[in-house]
């Protein structure tokens, strides 16, 4: 079955303990992106990849960390977590890019730092 | 003034009418549209996307287009009660980035 996969589902930590939720998909697609969803402001996107070894910030990439070592897997890093990034996550992957193709999205992650 | 704006609602309409979603975005270069629909506690799901001028047609769905008065809206015909969910409006601009809107909560009331 094709899909995008995020784990954990739910994750509550402490601030400062370094986390990493991770994300693979099994579609072969180029892009991947990581949103978050906090009620009011609707997804925002936090970084994408458009490739291998190639990432680039979204709108809110203060406190994050990507990688894009393989194709499959784009791992979303908090190196300190704060509270104000208690939120709900999603990664998504796209065949040629977000603006042109269909976006398919992981189950999500609810995030909450305290 | 936020590049892709909606009506948080909730919209509510009896079941059997037309429910229309509207949005509006701010990027006059924006080139592809798209709609998804997200059930609560779950993930997006594209519904719709749209390119051109005009009205697009999937079952009961359509999405209308109109690039001079800046808006693209999203029709649904015969509602039904698992059509109750929150409807994300997504604009590409000219970054090539998507933008979402904050979404729409549809209530369908059998």
């Known amino acids: 079955e094709a899909q995008v996969t995020q784990n954990p589902r739910y994750l509550i930590t402490v601030t400062g303990k370094k986390l990493t939720v991770t994300c693979s998909q099994n579609?072969?697609?180029?892009?991947m992106s990581w949103y978050r969803q906090d009620p009011g402001l609707g997804l925002r996107q936090i970084y994408y990849s458009m490739n291998v070894e190639v990432t680039d910030k979204g709108d809110v990439p203060e406190g994050y960390k990507v990688s894009r070592k393989e194709k499959r897997n784009f791992p979303l890093i908090l190196e300190s977590p704060s509270p104000n990034q208690t939120s709900l996550y999603f990664c998504?992957?796209?065949?040629?890019?977000?603006?042109?193709?269909?976006?398919?999205f992981g189950q999500g992650t609810r995030l909450t730092v305290v | 003034q936020k590049e892709v704006e909606q009506n948080s609602g909730p919209l509510s309409v009896p079941e059997g009418a037309i429910a229309s979603l509207n949005c509006t975005y701010s990027d006059r270069g924006s080139q592809s549209f798209f709609w998804y629909r997200q059930y609560s506690g779950k993930s997006p799901e594209l519904i719709m996307f749209?390119?051109?001028?005009g009205d697009k047609e999937d079952g009961r769905f359509t999405a209308q287009l109109n690039k001079a008065s800046q808006y693209v809206s999203l029709l649904i015909r015969d509602s039904q009660p698992s059509d109750s969910a929150t409807y994300l409006c997504a604009v590409s601009g000219n970054t090539g980035k998507l933008i979402f809107g904050q979404g729409t909560t549809l209530q369908v009331k059998p």
């Open positions: 579609m072969n697609h180029e892009y």
């Open positions: 998504a992957s796209s065949l040629l890019g977000f603006s042109n193709t269909e976006a398919f």
């Open positions: 749209i390119y051109s001028n």
